[in-house]
């Protein structure tokens, strides 16, 4: 394997990861927000109020979005084995 090669799969490898950490992330800043102004709003402080809707966003961003990244693995396993 060339270093150019090497390279170009890292790339590959690097975008991948981004892609697929991405819903996550965004799920749970866009819950984190929505929980930290309904506390702010309520005045409620409490660490699980915030956490137990967060989690559970992102378990179910994960649960839906599953299928999609498991092909985006597939094809990243398949690519770096040089199967098509």
Known sequence: MAEADLV???RHCIVATMQLGAPALLVAF??????GLV??????HETVVGLLPRLIAVGIALLI???????RMVDL???AAGVS
């Open 39 to 44: 506390q702010a709003a309520t005045g409620i």
């Open 77 to 79: 396993f398949r690519s």
């Open 8 to 10: 170009e799969y890292l």
């Open 65 to 71: 979005m599953l299928p999609w990244m498991l092909e």
């Open 30 to 35: 866009i819950a984190g927000t929505l929980m």
